[in-house]
């Protein structure tokens, strides 16, 4: 979250939309594969110099 510096309710809403990869669940906790978050960090840099 605070690599994309959006807030939490922002967070699920990408996640719903199937916008931004979804977390793994570990026991109650959700956590992001990190190079699932660089990759779509990537793809966000490539659409803005590609636009």
């Given at each position: 979250?605070?690599?994309?510096?959006?807030s939490?309710?922002?967070?699920w809403?990408?996640?719903?939309?199937?916008?931004?990869?979804?977390?793994?669940?570990?026991?109650?906790?959700n956590?992001?594969?990190?190079?699932?978050?660089?990759?779509?960090?990537?793809?966000?840099?490539?659409?803005?110099?590609?636009?």
């Open positions: 979250m605070a690599r994309l510096g959006v939490n309710t922002t967070l809403r990408l996640i719903k939309s199937n916008t931004i990869p979804t977390p793994r669940k570990l026991g109650r906790l956590r992001w594969v990190e190079s699932d978050i660089n990759l779509y960090i990537e793809s966000l840099t490539s659409q803005t110099t590609t636009a």
